[in-house]
């Protein structure tokens, strides 16, 4: 049972290009987010996609998106990267049809550097 | 959303159980606590989950106590595989994480 993977796992870009990260579900799984993870810190949520639309965005600019497709595998797109942007990207999956409040599964992530 | 509080390091001997607390006494009655650890330059890994009732799973134990404020993660018996940072949360669809606790295992 394939768990969530994510590519590339390292990446590196420089300041103002344009970047794409792509990340395949746990097998079953219908709901993907997205997490930035600072050097040093805790995850921090970006946004969730559901049913091909996103449904909940925490505090990113619209420099971040999103999409996912009819197979539940989902891309992050930032456009005008930062210095700031480097970061490990991580990538979760769940299933949303459940009473169960069952749990995301994480992927290792992209490591992504800006120069 | 809730918030949670927990120590921010731990140590614990190998072999011995490790219990790790974690505070939310903000938390409704329809969330769950989740408990996720991560390993250094993994992602995080789901360890268990619970609403009220006590929960065992083949990796640790989640002891919610009865006015649901707070918790204690149980890992019986700890191997330096279990050094990581734990984290507590109480929201299923958007992760809130906080610190965590820096558990180490030592021999």
């Known amino acids: 049972d394939a768990g969530v993977t994510q590519s590339p796992t390292h990446l590196i870009k420089t300041r103002g290009q344009q970047v794409t990260l792509r990340c395949s579900p746990k097998s079953g799984h219908d709901t993907v987010s997205w997490y930035q993870q600072a050097l040093g810190q805790g995850p921090q949520f970006i946004f969730q996609?559901?049913?091909?639309?996103?449904?909940q965005r925490g505090n990113f600019p619209d420099r971040f998106s999103g999409h996912q497709f009819p197979n539940y595998s989902s891309e992050l797109n930032v456009n005008a990267l930062l210095l700031g942007d480097s970061a490990l990207y991580l990538c979760?999956?769940?299933?949303?049809?459940?009473?169960?409040?069952?749990?995301?599964?994480f992927g290792d992530g992209t490591r992504l550097s800006i120069l | 959303d809730a918030k949670t509080t927990q120590p921010t390091s731990m140590d614990c001997a190998e072999g011995r159980a490790a219990n790790l607390p974690c505070n939310h006494s903000?938390?409704?009655?329809?969330?769950?606590v989740y408990w996720y650890r991560q390993i250094h330059s993994q992602g995080p890994q789901y360890i268990i989950h619970?609403?009220?009732n006590n929960e065992t799973n083949e990796m640790a134990s989640l002891i919610i106590t009865e006015d649901r404020k707070s918790s204690t993660l149980i890992l019986p018996h700890a191997t330096l595989r279990d050094t990581a940072v734990y984290y507590c949360i109480v929201r299923a669809d958007k992760l809130i994480f906080g610190t965590g606790t820096r558990l180490q295992v030592f021999p």
């Open positions: 979760a999956s769940s299933l949303k049809r459940s009473r169960l409040n069952q749990p995301q599964h």
């Open positions: 619970g609403l009220k």
């Open positions: 903000t938390i409704s009655g329809n969330e769950y």
């Open positions: 996609y559901y049913e091909e639309e996103e449904r």
